[in-house]
């Protein structure tokens, strides 16, 4: 399962938005194959409040190659933990994903109304 992330090609957009967009729908449907693993219904509440609100999208707008990078570094992780039998380390991992995320959230919202 962790083989499947792909990062996309150099060059694949057009332009920033488009390569957004690609990644909003790409970040979905990777939480959705967490939650069908899971198969926890909390967990999949959890996704739709934090993962597929519009914030969301703006963070990923936001996100630079590296943010890029240590996000998809996270959910090669997550996918590994559970294919060892791990899932006391998938879960530590997706918590700290989570507030990964949250930090740059919060940093970037702050950048904007300086």
């Known amino acids: ?4 992330i792909e990062a996309p090609p150099p060059g694949r957009f057009a332009d920033h938005g488009e390569e957004s967009r690609w ?5 979905q449907e990777f939480h959705g194959m967490i ?5 926890n219904g909390r967990l999949e509440k959890l996704i739709r409040r934090t993962a597929e609100v519009p914030l969301m999208f703006k963070a ?5 190659p590296r943010e890029r990078a240590i996000s ?3 959910h090669r992780q997550i996918l590994k933990a559970p294919e060892t039998g791990d899932g006391e380390r998938a879960e530590i991992i ?6 990964e995320g949250r930090a740059f959230v919060i940093g970037a919202l702050e950048e904007e109304v300086r």
């Open 23 to 27: 990644l909003v729908a790409a970040n």
């Open 60 to 64: 990923l707008f936001w996100y630079g």
């Open 94 to 99: 997706v918590r700290e994903h989570v507030y």
């Open 1 to 4: 399962m962790a083989e499947d």
């Open 35 to 39: 939650v069908t693993a899971s198969r």
């Open 72 to 74: 998809n570094h996270y």
